[in-house]
């Protein structure tokens, strides 16, 4: 893993925010459903297992159209907390009209649950049942449905013992806005401000940019 002498400071770029670009003549798809069967079989002893700290009633899969790099409307898929699913629909709804990019968004599963192997392969994934940092004993807001991870590479976890994934680490500065990279207050940040959730990239210790929670953790 690439180790860094100093980690980057909050995301401020030096550049002034390109002024969003509202999307015409395509349209935005989103729905919330109760984890059909084939999703169950494909999450049960993956991201999800007897354990958890919520149980499968509790989670829904929300499918929402997305902008892909290139430039193209996808359909991707989430299992969150059915407390946030309909938030999620309004939150990618913005992004959406503002022509944010995506660059994949597939069901952690589809990685074997490896948050690693996911980061690495760029894809926004959100509920997976696993420990905070991957160390035992503290379950993680993803563990809950309660937080999401957004273009991974674009938008690195980076600390003192280096960058995750290691491919983001051409995107550790933050001084120059590129596709699909996250900064403070810009429209991301302000989707996910407005229905109550925090972003990573403003901790204090290390910078998740890719990071949003409920609580912030």
Known sequence: ????AEPTAV??????????????GATYRSEVLWIPPHI????RGSSWRPGCPVGLRDLRLVRVTHVGFDGEDHTGRLVVHRRWAHAFERVFRRLYRVG?????????????????????????SAF??????GVCCSWSMH?????IDINPVENPYVG????????????????????GMIFFHDEVWWAFHAVGWEWG???????DYQHFSHNGR
């Not at 563990?143 to 937080?147: D, E, R, V």
Request: some cysteine.
């Open 1 to 4: 893993m690439l180790l860094l």
């Open 11 to 24: 995301a401020r770029p030096t550049d002034a925010p390109a002024a969003p670009q509202v999307r015409r």
């Open 40 to 43: 169950r079989e494909l999450i």
């Open 100 to 124: 944010f990019p995506i660059r994949k968004m597939r069901l952690v599963d589809r990685y074997g649950a490896d948050d690693m192997r996911s980061m690495h392969a760029d894809n926004t």
């Open 128 to 133: 997976n049942c696993r420990y905070r940092d």
């Open 143 to 147: 563990a809950y449905g309660k937080a």
């Open 160 to 179: 003192s013992w280096g960058v995750s994934p290691p491919n983001g680490a051409p995107f550790v500065d933050r001084s120059r806005r590129r596709k």
């Open 201 to 207: 990239g403003t901790w204090s210790s290390a910078q």
